[in-house]
């Protein structure tokens, strides 16, 4: 998800005036003042870097260009060298203090990252178990570079910055997010400040679709690059949902629980106003209503490309890019206004007869307590309804004294009793019946949780272990895959990965495992 620095709407007069000079020197020209903050805003940082300096010949003294010069250095990732040069920056307005404030707690949170590079990224990260990461972000990022440049025309000529935060304290700290906002909504990663910051999945129980989400927030990257930061939110968002998933060759973009929120707000004539969704998805209310918002707008980007097709997008970001209205830019290329444009889309997405699958609702997330501890033994905490709640808590009981048989009877009257889908749920009864070698009523179970929730770890991970059971190796070899790409810190799958590799003999792919494998070891 993204947000916008809007510095330029500030009055220019108040912009001299609140960055008190650091001597008495003459103030600087509020039209540097904006241009500076502008160029910055713009994510333009070559151009801004030069600017900036070439005032800082000419103002040394000026606490508004030490300003400009600590957001320059901020956005080059460049954070300690942000925070001294702010603390030659004097004033108590706002906006100062929420600017010291970030920088000195992105500098704090960061200070003993690590880096490692690819040929267009640069990735940072506390050094340990999220080293991991880089190699899988490496795979889903020069892919992106690849594909999604070739739909937007736009490769980046610096290397992209990507931090990794170990965990959802580090991630509010340096981000305009409470722990409130990541929690109801969802929020994991952001694209803001010139670079991409995500929270490691080794922090929350499963994982996630971190893949597919580092390629959505890259999007982001380019949109605003590509815009000079003047493309509305809505159209951003929609724009890096709908390709979030190309750079793996798939272009279904619409979840089964976005298809099951859409469906729903048309029946009921409840959707969420384009204007609504600022400043930020992740500022609303529920984990529902963000994902409505979502599916409004990917499906308001499938009827934009079916009409014009996808370079239309970068033909409206290079319009942006000169700073063209948006709505006169809508108009020329779309031919249509966005009031008509919206009302040609729900006919539009009323025609896709989209389906509402009953008891479906957002997975959540779910974090550790801490990034050390085992807690798929309190899955059951998770479940909705106190009565499901305490069967699968019986269930687990009866599990792990091997009445297998008796855990199955309590799994599905806890699942009979919920009106909600629970994966959870389905994936205990289906591990009864694997251990029963119940394989047939296993695959089914699977495969309908599968269908409903396609990125649920422990589906994955399960039905890589059915085939792996059944013999059906390379099938089983195609699930762990996947699994291993939601929860690269599961140290199941990847030892069952190389016992894999080493059954098909397949050597460089078993080594590349081991070694992977050895950051999460230890």
């Not at 330029?8 to 005036?17: A, E, G, Y």
């Not at 160029?39 to 900036?52: G, Y």
């Not at 605003?224 to 973009?253: C, Q, V």
């Not at 709640?389 to 008796?406: N, V, Y």
């Amino acid at each position: 998800m993204k947000y916008i620095l809007r510095v330029i709407n500030i009055c220019l007069v108040v912009l001299t005036l609140v960055f008190s000079s650091i001597t008495s020197a003459i103030e600087l020209p509020p039209k540097d003042v904006y241009a500076g903050h502008k160029l910055i805003d713009d994510w333009d940082v070559e151009a801004a870097e030069q600017f900036t300096d070439s005032l800082l010949k000419k103002h040394p003294k000026s606490g508004d260009v030490y300003f400009l010069k600590a957001r320059v250095e901020f956005l080059k990732g460049h954070h300690e060298l942000a925070a001294k040069i702010l603390n030659q920056v004097t004033g108590n307005h706002s906006e100062v203090r929420e600017f010291k404030s970030l920088v000195n707690n992105t500098f704090e949170e960061t200070k003993l990252f690590t880096s490692s590079e690819s040929e267009h990224f640069i990735y940072r990260y506390k050094k340990g178990p999220d080293e991991i990461l880089v190699h899988y972000a490496t795979e889903v990022l020069e892919k992106s570079y690849k594909t999604l440049g070739e739909i937007f025309n736009y490769y980046p000529k610096e290397k992209v910055l990507v931090e990794f935060y170990p965990d959802r304290e580090s991630f509010s700290r340096i981000s305009p997010l409470t722990l409130d906002n990541i929690t109801t909504s969802g929020t994991v990663a952001l694209c803001k400040y010139n670079r991409i910051m995500m929270i490691s999945p080794g922090s929350l129980v499963r994982g996630y679709n971190w893949m597919d989400t580092l390629s959505h927030e890259y999007s982001h990257y380019i949109l605003t690059k590509k815009s000079r930061n003047n493309l509305p939110l809505w159209m951003h968002e929609g724009i890096a949902k709908y390709f979030e998933t190309r750079w793996r060759n798939n272009d279904i973009y619409l979840t089964p629980i976005m298809e099951t929120m859409l469906a729903g707000g048309l029946k009921k004539n409840y959707l969420i106003a384009l204007e609504d969704m600022m400043p930020s998805l992740a500022k609303l209310k529920t984990a529902e209503d963000v994902q409505l918002a979502y599916a409004e707008v990917s499906t308001m980007i499938e009827y934009l490309t079916q009409a014009h097709g996808s370079k239309v997008i970068s033909t409206l970001l290079e319009r942006l890019a000169k700073k063209e209205p948006f709505d006169l830019v809508m108009s020329d290329t779309l031919g249509m206004s966005l009031a008509i444009f919206q009302k040609k889309w729900k006919h539009f997405v009323k025609q896709k007869k989209l389906k509402t699958i009953p008891g479906l609702k957002p997975p959540g997330v779910h974090f550790k307590v801490d990034r050390m501890s085992e807690e798929s033994n309190k899955e059951y905490r998770e479940i909705d309804d106190q009565k499901s709640r305490d069967l699968t808590f019986l269930g687990d009981i009866l599990q792990s004294r091997s009445f297998h048989k008796a855990a199955l009877i309590e799994y599905q009257r806890a699942i009979d009793q919920s009106k909600i889908f629970s994966p959870i749920l389905h994936n205990k009864l289906a591990k009864a019946h694997l251990i029963t070698k119940e394989y047939k009523k296993a695959e089914v179970i699977l495969n309908r949780s599968l269908n409903y929730y396609p990125m649920f770890h422990s589906t994955l991970a399960n039905m890589g272990g059915l085939h792996f059971d059944k013999n059906n190796i390379k099938k089983s070899l195609t699930f762990y895959q996947r699994a291993i790409q939601v929860n690269p810190f599961n140290p199941f799958v990847h030892t069952r990965l190389m016992k894999i590799y080493q059954k098909l003999n397949l050597k460089k792919e078993k080594e590349l495992q081991t070694k992977l494998f050895g950051y999460i070891n230890h």
